[in-house]
């Protein structure tokens, strides 16, 4: 059972960089095959993909934010993380981190980031 936990500020200013850490309490994020994503959901939509840091260190992200997203891994402390830049307020929104094996989903609980000034 993988348990996952989001954390980072719930409050970031026009123009700043979102920055928000997944930390896994169980395993470890080499382990083969998993991927781990940050996935966000805006009020009153739809989750929206992020991007994933496989566990052999490769990375993809979303076309719609990829020039804006870098997603990073600190092995040791099994702990994965989001930089989103330039943030506007259209990046507001519950974030989640997810690990994800074959068929098989685990989420963090997520964690509100508002974009205001």
């Known amino acids: 059972q993988v348990q996952l936990q989001e954390s980072g500020p719930g409050l970031v200013k026009p123009s700043q960089t979102l920055s928000l850490t997944c930390t896994v309490s169980?395993?470890?994020?080499?382990?083969?095959?998993?991927?781990w994503s940050w996935i966000r959901q805006p009020p009153g939509k739809g989750l929206e993909w992020i991007g994933v840091?496989?566990?052999?260190?490769?990375?993809y992200y979303s076309p719609a934010l990829k020039n804006r997203t870098s997603i990073s891994r600190d092995t040791s402390k099994k702990e994965f993380s989001l930089q989103l830049s330039s943030v506007t307020p259209e990046d507001t929104a519950v974030y989640y981190c997810?690990?994800?094996?074959?068929?098989?989903?685990?989420w963090g609980q997520g964690t509100q980031v508002t974009v205001s000034s």
């Open positions: 840091i496989a566990y052999d260190g490769l990375t």
């Open positions: 169980s395993g470890s994020i080499t382990t083969s095959f998993y991927g």
């Open positions: 997810n690990a994800r094996v074959g068929p098989t989903d685990y």
